[in-house]
């Protein structure tokens, strides 16, 4: 199972370029075990290198940052997505559209 991101700046009008984004794995009972990280490219796409297994995982993007460095208030200083994987041969797209006071996320393509 692969996973990747595209976070759009709905207020910009244009990818959000620069994110930070982690991805990380439930492991129960002790909490969450980081996996890969990165931040989005130019075009505002993250795609991580390693190969996971199903089960629970979590997206955290770092928002706040993002958008202090675009010199904009924002209420949100990260945004975390809670996800469950069942297929292990499929590939997991979890888009971000970001705004300063609000986003929204759903399952892609």
């Given at each position: 199972?692969?996973?990747?991101?595209?976070?759009?700046?709905?207020?910009?009008?244009?990818?959000?370029?620069?994110?930070?984004?982690?991805?990380?794995?439930?492991?129960?009972?002790?909490?969450?075990?980081?996996?890969?990280?990165?931040?989005?490219?130019?075009?505002?796409?993250?795609?991580?290198?390693?190969?996971?297994?199903?089960?629970?995982?979590?997206?955290?993007?770092?928002?706040?940052?993002?958008?202090?460095?675009?010199?904009?208030?924002?209420?949100?200083?990260?945004?975390?997505?809670?996800?469950?994987?069942?297929?292990?041969?499929?590939?997991?797209?979890?888009p971000l559209l970001l705004s300063p006071f609000a986003y929204s996320t759903y399952r892609g393509s």
């Open positions: 199972m692969t996973v990747s991101t595209h976070v759009l700046d709905a207020s910009a009008g244009q990818p959000a370029d620069g994110v930070a984004v982690s991805l990380s794995f439930a492991a129960l009972p002790g909490g969450w075990v980081p996996v890969d990280s990165g931040e989005t490219d130019a075009d505002g796409r993250h795609r991580f290198g390693a190969v996971t297994e199903p089960g629970t995982y979590r997206l955290v993007f770092g928002t706040g940052a993002y958008f202090v460095s675009r010199d904009v208030a924002a209420f949100y200083p990260e945004v975390t997505i809670t996800f469950t994987v069942t297929d292990p041969g499929a590939h997991y797209h979890v």
